[in-house]
C-alpha cells in the first residue's frame, strides 16, 4: 500500500526500494527635510535640456546596473517577509560545452562544506549550494536525522568559515536550508531540470569525507532523468540518476551540466554487491518550489495529497487475482482526505480527470503539480460494480523535517538500500 502526496522537491537516504513495495506510506527611511534653496539664478533653456537629459542617462544607468546585479545574484528578494527565489535557466542549446575542469571551477565557488555536531562532539559532515548571495545554503534533510540538537558550521571555497543557523527542512523532498551572515557568497547557476536527456555528460561536486577539505568532481552521465525511487521518507519521489560516484559527505552537493549550471542535488546512492554506478540528485524543478517556501514559511504547505493507501493493481495483477480492471484499490482513507466517507476499501479508482490510471505513477505525476486546495476529478469502481465520479479537494501534505527528531535508519547495510545519513 502507498499514500498519495506530493513532492516538489530538494539530497535524501534511508532504506530504499526503486519499486513501490505496498507498505503504507505516511502523508504527507526617515526623510530629513532640506532647506530650500533662495538665492538662485533661473537656468537657461539649453542648461535645462541638458540637465534634464543628464538626468534621463543617469536613470538608466542606474536601472540597467541594479538589473544586471540582480540578475547576477540569481534571486529575488521582497520585503515584509523573507522571500527568496531563483530562477531557472535554460541549458544552452549549442554543443560548446566546457571541459569538466572549467566546470569545476565555476560551480565550486558555490559549493560548500557543512560539518554537523552538537555540544558533545562532531558528528559528520556533509556538503551544500549556495542559494543566494546573503547566505542561504541548502542541503539535504537528511544530513542530521541522527544528531540531536545538531549545529552547523559552513567552509567555503576560499577557506572561509561560518556558523549557520538552522532554517528549515523538509523530510518528503529531503530539503533543507541553512543561514549564514555573510554577504560575499557565490550564489550557483541553476538550470532547468526538465532540460536534462539521457546520456547527457554531469559531474557531481561536493566535500566528501572531509567538509573543510577542497571539493572533489567525479563525472557520468545522465541515466534516467525522472526515475522514482523511495527515499528517506518512503515516499517515491522522482529523481535524477546518474552514474557518478558519491561518496559520504557529497549529500547535499551540485550535480552540473557541461555548461557550469546546477541541475541537481546529489543526495544518494544505491549500496550493494547486486548495484553499481547508480546515485541520485533531487531536480532543480523541485528544488526551486521546495525551498522558496522553507524559507518564506518554514515548512512547505502547498503540496497536495489525496490522502488514501492504495494497491496498485496492473494487468499481470489483475489477471492473477480475477479483478475486472486496472487501478488503484483503496486500503484506507484517512480523516483529512475530500474522499472520506465517500469511498470504503476494495474501491478501485480507475480514472483520475477522465483520464484511465494505468499506473500509480501517472497519479502521483498529476497530484505532484497540483497544490493544496485544487480539486481533481476521480472515477471510482466500487465493490458493488458501480461506476461513481467526485470531484476531490486535494488536501495538504504539511512538511516535516528530521532536524531533532532523531530518525534512525531502520536497514543500514544491505544490497539495495541506501545507507542514511550520507549517501553512501
Known sequence: ?????????????????????????QSPIEFTPVEQIKDYKPMSKGLKFFTLALAIVIAL???????????????????????????????PTDKNEKTPAAVYDEVDKSVVGITIYNDKKAMGEASGIVYSIDGYIVT??????????????????????????????????????????????????????????????????????????????????????????????????????????INPGSSGGALANMYGQVVGMTSSKIAGVSYEGISYAIPTTVMKRIVGELISKGRVESRAKLGITYYAINSVIAEIENISTVGLQIQSVSTDSDLFGKVQKG?????????????????????????????ITVTVLTTKGETKNFNVKLSANIGESSYNKNITSSDSGNGGTFNFPYGE
Do not use: W
Open 347 to 375: 474501491d478501485i479508482i480507475i480514472k483520475i480527470n477522465e483520464t484511465e490510471v494505468s499506473s500509480d505513477d501517472m497519479v502521483l505525476d498529476i497530484i505532484e503539480n497540483c497544490s493544496a486546495g485544487d480539486t
Open 140 to 245: 539535504n534533510d537528511h544530513i542530521y536525522s541522527e544528531i540531536p540538537n545538531a549545529k552547523f558550521k559552513i567552509h567555503t571555497h576560499d577557506g572561509k568559515e561560518y556558523d549557520a543557523k538552522y532554517i528549515a527542512g523538509d523530510l518528503v523532498s529531503d530539503l533543507a536550508v541553512l543561514k549564514v551572515e555573510a554577504k560575499d557568497l557565490t550564489p550557483a547557476t541553476f538550470a532547468n531540470s526538465d532540460d536534462l536527456y539521457m546520456g547527457q555528460r554531469v559531474v557531481a561536486i561536493g566535500r566528501p569525507n572531509d567538509a573543510t577539505d577542497t571539493s572533489s568532481i567525479t563525472s557520468g552521465v545522465i541515466s534516467a532523468t525522472n526515475r522514482r525511487v523511495s527515499n528517506s521518507s518512503s515516499y517515491p519521489a522522482r529523481l535524477i540518476q546518474t552514474d557518478c560516484a
Open 1 to 25: 500500500m502507498n499514500e498519495f502526496y506530493n513532492n516538489n522537491q530538494f539530497d535524501n537516504e534511508s532504506p530504499v526500494n526503486e519499486e513501490l513495495n505496498n507498505e503504507p506510506i
Open 61 to 91: 544607468t542606474g536601472t540597467t546596473l541594479t538589473g544586471y546585479y540582480l540578475g547576477k545574484s540569481r534571486v529575488s528578494v521582497s520585503g515584509g517577509k523573507t522571500d527568496v527565489k531563483i530562477e531557472l535557466e535554460a541549458q
